[in-house]
């Protein structure tokens, strides 16, 4: 099946945003974070990664530093990616 450039390119953006959105709910879980991860409604090409993406790793890094957090284990995420 042919899919034109722009749709891989947005497909593979959303799958990344989807994938750093895990990792950040997989880290809040592990270490009692709090975390409510927004929904995204971006329509059109996506790098995987936006302000509002930055603005929630910025907060986990703040709260983990706050715990006093500073070298964290990051397991395989638990992203699956069947469930798309």
Avoid at 17 to 27: S, T, Y
Avoid at 39 to 59: F, I, Q, R, T, V
Avoid at 72 to 83: E, F, L, N
Wanted: charged content about 30%.
């Amino acid at each position: 099946m042919y899919y034109p450039t722009n749709y891989i390119n947005m497909k593979r953006g959303k799958d990344l945003c989807r994938l750093l959105r895990q990792i950040r709910q997989d880290i809040a879980t592990e270490y009692d974070l709090s975390y409510t991860p927004f929904e995204c409604h971006h329509k059109g090409n996506c790098k995987g990664s936006c302000e509002k993406c930055d603005a929630e790793l910025l907060d986990i890094q703040k709260q983990l530093y706050n715990k006093g957090i500073s070298n964290i284990v990051i397991r395989q995420p638990s992203y699956d990616r069947t469930k798309e």
